[in-house]
């Protein structure tokens, strides 16, 4: 039985003009709560979000086509690599059907992977890692787990930050580099 949930996600999947077969992972990313959070910042959807309203939305052309938080990635990690940048996805990102795989995901927690923990590890040189959690530029909602990682990666010396896109990536780790040339 179709939920007005996933008529919602339904709705928010062909406006990105994304498949029907994410469907599932946006359940397991999203509760409903979630998902309207981020309905209502890319939509900019007052009151209740329902698919009638992202559908009308789209119709009206109230919001420009906005990256997914994979393909602002992607960008981000081409030009890492087109600067020579080393860099490492923690694998967080990647959703897995935790109902099917009970075992995996249990080898997968015993082994280190831990919920929330920042999207990539940048290594920049001379001892200083990066850290950077990727959102799309909006409507990227973070978690609980991810926002207590990067607190405490900034608190024991580490810089981490959450970035709403590319962009805002790119700029980070150039202010970064730059603060480094300063000190040497």
Not at 85 to 92: A, E, F, T, V
């Amino acid at each position: 039985m179709r939920t007005n949930y996933h008529k919602k996600i339904d709705a928010y999947l062909k406006k990105n003009n994304q498949s029907l077969d994410l469907e599932k992972q946006y359940y397991e990313k999203y509760t409903e709560e979630e998902f309207d959070k981020l309905i209502k910042q890319v939509y900019e959807i007052k009151g209740e979000v329902t698919h009638l309203k992202i559908l009308n939305a789209k119709k009206k052309n109230k919001v420009k086509f906005v990256l997914s938080e994979y393909e602002e990635q992607k960008l981000f990690v081409k030009w890492l690599r087109d600067n020579k940048i080393k860099c490492q996805s923690s694998g967080n990102g990647f959703a897995l059907d935790t109902k099917n795989n009970i075992r995996y995901m249990a080898k997968l927690k015993a082994t280190g992977l831990s919920v929330g923990f920042p999207d990539l590890e940048i290594l920049i040189g001379n001892g200083i890692t990066l850290y950077v959690e990727m959102k799309r530029t909006k409507g990227g909602v973070v978690s609980e787990a991810q926002k207590k990682w990067i607190e405490w990666l900034n608190e024991n010396g580490y810089n981490a930050k959450v970035c709403y896109g590319a962009e805002e990536a790119i700029e980070f780790v150039k202010n970064c580099i730059n603060n480094l040339k300063k000190l040497i």
